[in-house]
């Protein structure tokens, strides 16, 4: 099965809310009503209910309560606002195999969403556009588990037999998935950015490439890895990849200063999980 009949020929691609399909539109337009758009949120009331949760919830630190998404969109901004309605709107459209943790999957997105939000300001990237290509770098290895069950499996066997994830895909299926994911962002109409950062961010050539989206992503990845192994920031700097920092021209000095600063960080991201079961 080829990239094209994996998407061509399934009935089982999820179909996200169409006030989402419109937010992502809006990453490529420069005139729009922002009003307009938090009525249409409002008019969904699950989407409304995650949202104005996620907008109260201690990471944002608002000083007054968000009782609407017009409240959220002043008080947080429109990117915030956007970000959170794609992220419940996305989470809440992608089903998964029985047997596949989501929970987990989840929580390892948006900690490396969490993370490139954070170091995105020392490379002069937009944080919110960070988050999102955070938040879907690895889409596509759940787009596999649902449209090729059988194939996942094997994938899945000879990954926990010691093979790397990318280079067992690219083995049994011709592509991986960042290949699946960065089609799957592309049909959703995200930026060519965005799709582009989902494509490469695992490239052994990425410090070459003139990818900054797809730097920050390796980097965020990086630190979140070394998290979930418990290293300490000294730790973390000693094979911090310094050649793709210096590529995507990072702040170096002040980003690896304040790196201490990222720890826990993922933490903040707790409130997004809670309807995953």
Not at 166 to 173: D, I, N, Y
Request: charged letters at 20%; hydrophobic letters at 45%.
């Amino acid at each position: 099965m080829n990239l094209s009949s994996l998407f061509d020929h399934s009935q089982n691609l999820p179909n996200i809310p169409k006030v989402v399909q419109e937010l992502i539109q809006t990453f490529n337009q420069s005139d729009f009503d922002m009003d307009e758009i938090a009525k249409k949120i409002s008019l969904d009331p699950v989407l409304t209910a995650k949202v104005l949760r996620l907008a109260n919830c201690a990471h944002y630190g608002v000083s007054r309560t968000i009782s609407s998404t017009t409240d959220a969109s002043v008080l947080l901004g429109f990117s915030t606002l956007r970000t959170l309605v794609l992220a419940s709107g996305i989470t809440g459209a992608m089903q998964s195999p029985p047997g596949f943790n989501r929970k987990e999957f989840w929580r390892d997105n948006f900690a490396v969403a969490a993370i490139a939000k954070w170091m995105a300001p020392y490379c002069k990237i937009n944080p919110e556009t960070a988050f999102t290509c955070g938040m879907l770098h690895s889409i596509g290895e759940l787009l596999i588990q649902l449209l090729a069950p059988q194939e996942a499996k094997k994938i899945h066997a000879a990954v926990e037999a010691g093979g790397k994830l990318a280079s067992v895909e690219k083995s049994m299926l011709g592509y991986t998935y960042t290949d699946v994911g960065a089609e799957l962002a592309k049909r959703w109409k995200f930026p060519e950015e965005i799709a582009d950062g989902i494509l490469y961010h695992c490239h052994e050539d990425l410090a070459n490439l003139e990818q900054p989206l797809a730097g920050l992503l390796h980097l965020a990845l990086y630190i979140h890895t070394c998290h979930k192994m418990g290293l300490s920031a000294e730790e973390i700097l000693k094979d911090f990849p310094l050649d793709i920092a210096k590529a995507i021209e990072m702040d170096t000095d002040k980003a690896l200063s304040d790196l201490e600063n990222v720890d826990g960080i993922e933490s903040g991201m707790d409130t997004l999980l809670e309807d995953i079961a």
